[in-house]
């Protein structure tokens, strides 16, 4: 009966972004009059990101129950993590490097860029954005990665209580149930909300015809972009077959609803619980989907640093900068860094374009060359962010020991 279901949210879903790219299209500025369920949607499953992961996070790291399994299953999801990101920047390089989008791009199109309040962002500022001196706070502007740190050694301090330390487990299992039916139940609403998203941004963005007009623009950057992302999507899909050992149809249809939401929100947060429902559908060890996923959410950017490696070389191109392997072997780096590590910044994503254009010396005036498609791509690179995720989390699951 569940797998009815599914099949058919997941055509319903197919539907709602089809009917909402042909309504933005057709009717342009108009669609923006239904953004606000598009809104209503996103701020639902917002809603229920802090009690999810919080209550996965408990109840994933005290059913481990040696706290020596945490540091393993840790170890194994950092290592994923950073390895699937250095793919990602590379492949990011490579489709630069062919493509050359940079070449003969008219600066005229370089608006002022936008002024992040970061100044310089070193080790120790991501290491103290890992605590918040009140955890309710930190929930309340939805910084996760605190949040995560928190519930990781409030969950260790349980398991050394024994039965005192029972019921409050109990609890958080309680509350994680509880959010994964609401997840169930906002289902119903998704279509609708994921049609208004998509309808309501083409709409804003001029409809159909100024938006291809934007792409037509900055065609062969869009190309760059997105053949990188569909070529580390296809490795993310070989290391699932290969390690997590997992036919790559039937994962891809239980992570459908949750891949699509990814591309009509832009959000992998907002994903977070239609992920957790997608691999607890597929069958991928509860401990591991517990863990990995809320710090995947956080941490994993892997589209995130593919796209900025991509537009970092297309922004020296535009100024006809050549940069030298030494220079593109630093972006590598500063990329793969950044996109680990900048979690707890505000503005993460655009405050590690400005990391990476700052470590080789380029313009920051550059990023006003992609803010006019950037909507768009930033969809496609979070869908790949989210499909990252749940691979890891089959990967773990698999990986991890289980004694």
């Known amino acids: 009966m569940k797998r009815v279901v599914e099949n058919r949210l997941l055509l319903a879903m197919l539907v709602a972004i089809v009917a909402g790219g042909f309504s933005g299209y057709i009717w342009g500025e108009a669609m923006v009059s239904v953004a606000w369920l598009g809104e209503l949607f996103l701020t639902s499953l917002k809603m229920l990101i802090i009690p999810l992961v919080a209550a996965s996070i408990i109840t994933g790291v005290a059913g481990l129950g040696d706290v020596r399994k945490l540091g393993r299953m840790g170890g194994l999801s950092i290592a994923y993590y950073a390895v699937t990101t250095l793919i990602a920047v590379s492949i990011g390089l490579v489709m630069a490097n062919l493509w050359q989008p940079g070449v003969g791009v008219d600066l005229a199109g370089a608006g002022e860029a936008p002024k992040p309040a970061v100044g310089d962002v070193g080790v120790t500022d991501l290491i103290l954005s890992l605590v918040n001196p009140n955890i309710v706070d930190a929930a309340a502007n939805m910084k996760l ?16 209580l024994g039965k005192r330390g029972k019921p409050v487990v109990a609890f958080f299992e309680g509350v994680n149930e509880a959010m994964m039916q609401i997840v169930e139940w906002l289902m119903v609403f998704a279509p609708i909300g994921v049609f208004a998203l998509i309808s309501s941004k083409l709409g804003s963005a001029g409809g159909g015809e100024a938006f291809f007009a934007q792409l ?64 607890k559908m597929a069958g991928v060890d509860k401990k591991a989907r517990r863990f990995v996923l809320p710090l995947g959410a956080t941490i994993n950017m892997d589209g995130t640093a593919l796209y900025e490696a991509v537009a970092v070389l297309f922004i020296a191109q535009a100024y006809g900068m050549d940069l030298s392997f030494g220079q593109q072997m630093l972006v590598l780096v500063t990329a793969t860094m950044a996109a680990i590590g900048a979690a707890g910044i505000p503005e993460a994503g655009l405050v590690t374009m400005v990391i990476v254009l700052e470590a080789v010396g380029l313009p920051l005036e550059g990023i006003g060359l992609i803010l006019a498609i950037d909507w768009f791509l930033d969809r496609c690179r979070t869908t790949v962010n989210v499909f990252g995720d749940s691979v890891g989390a089959a990967v773990v699951g698999r990986l991890a020991p289980k004694e």
Request: proline residues 4%; contains cysteine; aromatic residues 4%.
């Open 216 to 279: 037509a623009g900055l065609a062969k950057y869009a190309m760059a972009v997105i053949s990188g992302l569909l070529t580390h999507a296809a490795v993310l899909s070989i290391i699932l077959i290969v390690l997590a050992r997992r036919p790559l149809g039937e994962y891809l249809r239980h992570m459908g609803t949750a891949l699509m939401t990814a591309f009509s929100t832009a959000s992998s947060s907002a994903t977070l619980p239609l992920t957790m429902e997608g691999v």
């Open 145 to 160: 990665l605190p949040i995560i740190v928190f519930c990781i050694l409030l969950a260790a301090a349980l398991s050394t």
